[in-house]
């Protein structure tokens, strides 16, 4: 089984930056891919950005592109998540995601709140 624990929500305003971090512990070799989705009120969760441990390899949605990067520190078992140029629609709980052969796993998500 793989823990999650992310960091780093908070309240900005328009056009300001946060970064996330997500920790991962416990089987973190059957780690394959570990990333973000986020869920605004009355929405479905949605993907955000993943990164393919072993390769690097990213997949974003179209409306963080550009605005939002995210890396990985393979020693410390932990994803970033730097967000830039936030919008109001970037409003949501983020949630940080591990994926491999067991299935996934979820952390408790961490509020982002962009004020207009």
């Known amino acids: 089984q793989v823990q999650l624990v992310e960091s780093g929500g908070g309240l900005v305003q328009a056009g300001g930056s946060l970064r996330l971090s997500c920790a991962a512990s416990g089987a973190i070799r059957s780690i394959v891919v570990m990333g973000w989705y986020r869920q605004a009120p009355g929405n479905q969760r949605e993907l955000v950005a993943v990164?393919?441990?072993?390769?690097?390899?990213?997949t974003w949605a179209d409306s963080v592109k550009g605005r939002f990067t995210i890396s990985r520190d393979s020693a410390k078992n932990t994803v970033f998540l730097q967000m830039n140029s936030l919008k109001p629609e970037d409003t949501a709980v983020y949630y940080c995601n591990a994926a491999g052969p067991y299935g996934d796993s979820w952390g408790r998500g961490t509020q982002v709140t962009v004020s207009s």
């Open positions: 990164i393919t441990i072993s390769t690097g390899r990213t």
